[in-house]
C-alpha cells in the first residue's frame, strides 16, 4: 500500500474542518478537537477514504444523535454518566485511537484483509455503543440489566433495552453500508471492475452488536461505579462541586474510556472471525 503524503494531508484538513465544526456545536472539547485532528488524519491519510468515511459516519452520526432530544436525556441519565456531552481528547482516542492505528499498520504492512475486518469491527463497535447510548436512555420501557434481567433506572451502566439494542444494529449496519459502497464507488472512479465485498455487512453488524453487548457486560460487571452522597449510582468519581463520590464496584481503574476501547476490541475480533468465515 505505501504512504501517500497527500492524503495524509488532505485527512489533516477534512479532519481540522470536521473537528472546527464539532467544537463549535459543543460537541467537542478542545482537547476532543485534538483528539479529533491525530485520529482523523491518521485513519484517512494511511487506510484511505473508506475508512475516513467510516470514522467521519461514526463521528457526524453520534454527534448528531448526542443533540438528539438533549434535554430529556439530561433529565433521564445525565448524572449517571462519567462524562457530558462534548466528547474529550481521552474520549476521542478511545473510540478513534486503536482504528488510526489499525490504519497505520495497515498501510505500512501492505494492506492485509484482515486488519481491514478488525477496523470494521472496531469502527462498528463504537458507532453501534454510541448510538445504544443515544437513543437507549429514550426507551419508554426501563431498561433491564444484562447478567440478571433486573429492571433499572435508564442510564445505568449494563442496563439493555430492545430500543437501546436495536439502535446499536443499526449502528453497526451503517459502517459497513459505508465500508461496501465507499469500496465500490472507488473501484468505479478508478475504472476498475466494481467487487462487492459483501461479508463486510455482517462483520459489522454482529462486530458492532457483539461489542456492543461487551460493553454492557463489563459496565454491568467490572466497570468502575461510585455513589453520590443522596446514594445514587454513577460513573463519575467526582461529582460537579469537587466532592469525592463513594466507590461502589468494579475494578478502580476500568473507566468508561477503558470499557469503550476494550469493547471495540471484542467487536473488532468478532468480525475478523465473520471475515474467516465468509470472505
Known amino acids: 500500500m505505501g ?14 474542518a470536521i ?9 467537542l472539547t478542545m482537547g476532543g478537537w485534538a483528539g479529533a485532528i491525530l485520529t482523523g488524519t491518521a485513519t484517512l491519510g494511511f487506510g484511505g477514504w473508506a475508512w475516513g468515511l467510516a470514522l467521519i459516519a461514526f463521528f457526524i452520526s453520534s454527534s448528531a444523535l448526542s443533540h438528539y432530544k438533549e434535554r430529556i436525556k439530561e433529565q433521564r441519565a445525565a448524572e449517571k454518566f462519567a462524562k457530558g456531552g462534548r466528547r474529550d481528547l481521552a474520549q ?13 499498520l495497515y498501510a505500512l504492512l501492505g494492506g492485509p484483509p484482515i486488519l481491514l475486518a478488525l477496523f470494521i469491527g472496531v469502527m462498528a463497535t463504537v458507532t ?12 419508554p420501557h426501563r431498561p433491564r440489566l444484562i447478567t440478571t434481567g433486573k429492571p433499572v433506572e435508564p442510564g445505568t451502566s449494563g442496563g439493555i433495552s430492545v430500543l437501546g439494542t436495536t439502535a446499536s444494529a443499526l449502528g453497526g449496519l451503517l459502517i459497513g453500508a459505508v465500508m461496501v459502497l465507499s469500496f465500490g464507488i472507488g473501484q468505479t472512479l478508478a475504472g476498475q471492475p466494481v467487487v462487492w465485498q459483501w461479508w463486510i455487512l455482517p462483520a459489522a453488524v454482529l462486530g458492532g452488536l457483539g461489542g456492543s453487548l461487551a460493553d454492557s457486560l463489563m459496565g454491568a460487571t467490572v466497570q468502575a461505579i461510585y455513589r453520590y452522597p443522596n446514594g445514587k449510582e454513577t460513573e463519575k468519581a467526582v461529582g460537579k462541586d469537587g466532592t469525592p463520590n463513594t466507590f461502589v464496584r468494579g475494578w ?14 471484542v467487536g473488532g475480533l468478532i468480525a475478523v472471525l465473520v471475515f474467516l468465515a465468509l470472505a
Not at 19 to 27: F, P, V
Not at 253 to 265: A, F, G, P, R, T
Open 19 to 27: 473537528g472546527g465544526l464539532a467544537y463549535w456545536r459543543q460537541s
Open 252 to 265: 478502580r481503574w476500568m473507566n468508561n474510556d477503558m470499557v469503550n476501547l476494550q469493547s471495540s476490541l
Open 92 to 104: 476521542a482516542l478511545a473510540n478513534g485511537g486503536v482504528g488510526a492505528l489499525l490504519a497505520l
Open 128 to 139: 453501534a455503543d454510541t448510538w445504544a447510548t443515544e437513543l437507549g436512555v429514550l426507551s
Open 3 to 16: 504512504v501517500d503524503v497527500s492524503q495524509i494531508g488532505l485527512g489533516l484538513l477534512l479532519s481540522t
